[in-house]
């Protein structure tokens, strides 16, 4: 038994190997090519531990001039326990290290708890960090309930008199429906991030906290919380500095309370506590990033869209390559 490196009559051996290890469920990684793109100009390796000319196990590793990386670890389904994978990673640490790596890195998926375990015992920490990606290639995403190459569409929506609003339960019997005076930056991101983090919502986090602290005082902006249970469940904000207008700039509910029927409450409250502020107009708008239901939900509450916008999303914006070159 040894280990040496990937010769090119391992190819084929090697990507069944991967293919059976369950490595290849995603079909835009291509296996070929990332032996190719792996082995090419230097990028890094690929170490094959092999018995009698059969390869039993793989790893693939590379450094990035900052951190090494390990990928495709990957050994025979019926040679596992037997220390196969644990002499890879020993091997790859150690041409790591000889590198001059001083930290290992690797990225297993949240849902693959076995390999996790495994990892744990060879001695890698589960990091706080989330991984964040974007294809170079070209290749369109999903990204919330669209295509990530798609434009977002903006839907402005409009009410001019206080409709006639059903009387909601919350689905959570304990609650509270509270104005935060004097929000501060720090409780306002938490919200702001729990309830807008699956809808792509950043503007208000380009804002440094003295911007932000600065709308957050103005005496037209209001910031209410719904409380389930005891934790904040999610709010909403009524912005009255163009009024007689009055916007409701952010709604919504944490990801774990969806579903109770705390939206509708929430959203009968905020119309309410809007017209008790006598506007002319009470505005909202959603775009195709927001939650789905988000748009019907408005316009079974009373109101009616008056303007549809088409913008490209905030990441789709020319490259500026020739400033780099
Ligand atoms: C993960 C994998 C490479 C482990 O290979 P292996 O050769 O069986 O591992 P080893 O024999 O070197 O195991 C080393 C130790 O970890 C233990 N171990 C093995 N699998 C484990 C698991 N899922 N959880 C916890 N411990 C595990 C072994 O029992 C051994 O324990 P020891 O300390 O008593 O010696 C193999 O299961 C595999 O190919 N899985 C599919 C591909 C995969 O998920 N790769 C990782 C992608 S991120």
Redesign the pocket.
């Known amino acids: 038994m040894k280990i040496r490196n990937f010769l090119p009559d391992d190819r084929a051996a090697v990507i069944d190997l991967w293919r059976r290890?369950?490595?290849l469920s995603n079909p835009l990684n291509d296996p070929g090519r990332d032996i190719d793109f792996c082995l090419g100009e230097g990028n890094g390796e690929i170490l094959v531990l092999e018995e009698d000319g059969a390869v039993l196990?793989t790893a693939m590793l590379g450094q990035d001039g900052h951190r090494g990386w390990v990928y495709y670890?990957?050994?025979e389904p019926d040679?596992?326990?037997?220390?196969?994978?644990?002499?890879l990673m020993q091997a790859a640490e150690h041409r790591l290290r000889q590198q001059g790596v001083p930290k290992m890195q690797?990225?297993?998926r949240d849902s693959?708890s076995?390999?996790i375990?495994?990892y744990?015992?060879?001695g890698y920490i589960r990091e706080p960090a989330t991984l964040m990606s974007r294809r170079l290639d070209g290749i369109a995403r999903p990204l919330g309930h669209q295509m990530d190459d798609e434009p977002v569409i903006i839907t402005y929506l409009e009410m001019t008199e206080r409709p006639p609003l059903p009387r909601i339960e919350p689905g959570v019997k304990r609650h509270a429906l509270m104005r935060a005076h004097d929000i501060t930056t720090e409780f306002y991101r938490y919200l702001y991030d729990a309830v807008g983090r699956p809808w792509y919502w950043t503007d208000r986090k380009k804002l440094s906290d003295e911007q932000l602290a600065e709308i957050l005082g103005d005496p037209a902006v209001e910031v209410y919380v719904l409380y389930a249970n005891g934790a904040p469940a999610g709010f909403f904000e009524l912005d009255g500095r163009g009024m007689p207008r009055l916007e409701l700039a952010y709604f919504g509910i944490l990801p774990d309370y969806i579903g109770k029927g705390l939206g509708r409450y929430l959203l009968e409250a905020a119309i309410e506590t809007a017209w008790n502020q006598e506007p002319k107009r009470l505005t909202v708008n959603t775009c195709t990033l927001d939650h789905p239901s988000a748009l019907p939900m408005y316009q079974r509450f009373g109101f009616k869209p008056y303007d549809r916008e088409e913008v490209p999303a905030p990441w789709q914006t020319e490259d500026n390559v020739l400033d780099f070159a």
């Open positions: 290890c369950g490595l196990a670890l990957a050994t040679r596992r326990h037997e220390g196969l994978g644990r002499r690797l990225m297993v693959n076995q390999a375990g495994y744990q015992r060879l």
